[in-house]
């Protein structure tokens, strides 16, 4: 099976967002990853729902929320609003994930967590059986073009023991550091969704770059 990409439009020009999501629907990219930072959870603030809304106008492919930010339980339904088909919230920033998972389902997206890299995968246990996706954190969150914590492919080894031993339906999503250096291995270790920012973005010619993780090989 071939991955499913979700660029990062984090690492995209914001001053030509409208050709950057144009590009994006032209590629193989599969989803538009959306990195909220609420310079709390995360040491440092991206954008929020008007810039959410704008690339709204001009993408039809689903939009992947990745929320850092602190009580995500407050904005679930607002981003919905503003057009996330798939919503991620941090374990560590949410007191009752449990709850957090159904309120997310309750509004009719898809429901995923985001695990830091210190955060063991065993943590979601108890809920990894209601989720649509896990994102493995393979650099701490709060910025695009940092280097990958190689530690990530034994984590995607452990997730996909416990997603199979649950006979969860989840998704694994990488994000952080992606290329097509480590594209393959994670690949083969498990994962099922890659998340690529800066290498897309900083790419000679990104849609070439998409097309060529799509095709990376397990
Ligand atoms: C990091 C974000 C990532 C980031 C990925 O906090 O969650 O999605 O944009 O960017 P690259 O691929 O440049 O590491
Ligand atoms: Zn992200």
């Known amino acids: 099976m071939r991955p499913l ?33 609420d310079g709390r959870f995360v040491p440092n603030i991206s954008f929020g729902f008007p810039v959410m809304e704008a690339i709204k106008r001009y993408a039809t492919k689903p939009m992947d929320v990745h929320l850092m930010i602190v009580e995500p339980e407050l904005y679930i339904e607002r981003f919905r609003t503003a057009g996330a088909d ?3 919230v941090h374990v560590e920033a949410c007191n009752h994930l449990h709850r957090t998972i159904q309120q997310i389902k309750a509004t009719g997206a898809k429901a995923g967590v985001a695990v830091n890299p210190h955060t063991p995968v065993l943590l979601l246990e108890d809920v990894i059986a209601d989720l649509d996706m896990v994102c493995l954190m393979s650099v701490n969150p709060g910025f695009g073009g940092q280097k990958f914590i190689e530690n990530t492919y034994r984590k995607i080894e452990s997730l996909k023991n416990l ?22 291995l994670l690949l083969d270790k498990g994962a099922d969704v890659l998340v690529a920012g ?21």
């Open 5 to 37: 990409i979700a660029p990062s439009v984090l690492a995209s020009d914001f001053a030509n967002l409208q050709s950057e999501v144009e590009m994006l629907e032209k590629s193989q990219a599969d989803w538009l990853h959306i990195d909220i930072m």
């Open 86 to 88: 798939i919503i991620s």
């Open 163 to 184: 997603i199979i031993s649950r006979n969860s339906q989840a998704l694994i999503e990488v994000d952080g550091g992606v290329n097509e250096q480590n594209a393959p």
């Open 198 to 218: 800066s290498f897309v973005f900083s790419s000679a010619d990104p849609i070439q770059t998409i097309a060529d993780l799509k095709n990376s090989s397990k």
